[in-house]
T-cell receptor, first 110, second 113 residues
């Protein structure tokens, strides 16, 4: 199946600073790249997604960039706030299903 | 409110027992999925179904079984053949066709004693 690597596994940033999480993949046929946020004890929720015909997408403090040539995509969170603390998963769509990265635990330090 | 309901939230079982986790959705989605979540391993796909009365194995189907007799329901049975069943199980649903958002339930935590 598809393989997606996510880094870093943990990330701590000062409140107000930016956070960046990166994922790399191997299947060039993948065409949909979502990011999910999971709060403690809950199921993941979609926060932003990007399709292969777009290089960047932004939604308020959150942005995703996609480099299809290099096969990587990244999540950028600016002006981080305490409520951004959670586990974030990248994913990609291929062969009729989503494959998830291993997750990044983001901690915002007040 | 539309959404996905998983039950029970917490479940304990003894080794050698089968257990069934419930997943119901009222989003009118055709596709449903079961994922297993372990610390440091992300979400791994167990089974998925794109239409009633049809389902496919995911990446870690051994020791699990599912059924899809109704559009709204996709129960997962963790059998005694599953060697390491203690985990957090997540059910999700989505529309079929163009890939898009998965809607997740709140999960079921299974502990085998």
């Amino acid at each position: 199946g598809e393989n997606v690597e996510q880094h870093p596994s943990t990330l701590s940033v000062q409140e107000g600073d930016s956070a960046v999480i990166k994922c790399t993949y191997s299947d060039s046929a993948s065409n949909y790249f979502p990011w999910y946020k999971q709060e403690l004890g809950k199921g993941p929720q979609l926060i932003i997604d990007i399709r292969s015909n777009v290089g960047e997408k932004k939604d308020q403090r959150i942005a995703v960039t996609l480099n299809k040539t290099a096969k990587h995509f990244s999540l950028h969170i600016t002006e981080t706030q305490p409520e951004d603390s959670a586990v974030y998963f990248c994913a990609l769509f291929g062969n009729e299903k989503l494959t998830f990265g291993t997750g990044t635990r983001l901690t915002i330090i007040p | 409110d539309g959404g996905i309901t998983q039950s029970p939230k917490y479940l304990f079982r003894k080794e050698g027992q089968n257990v069934t986790l419930s997943c119901e959705q009222n989003l009118n989605h055709d596709a449903m999925y079961w994922y297993r979540q372990d610390p440091g391993q992300g979400l791994r796909l167990i089974y998925y179904s794109q239409i009633v009365n049809d389902f496919q194995k995911g990446d870690i189907a051994e020791g699990y079984s599912v059924s899809r007799e109704k559009k709204e329901s996709f129960p997962l049975t963790v059998t005694s053949a599953q060697k390491n069943p203690t985990a957090f199980y997540l059910c999700a649903s989505s529309r079929t066709g163009t890939p898009g958002e998965l809607f997740f339930g709140e999960g079921s935590r299974l502990t085998v004693l």
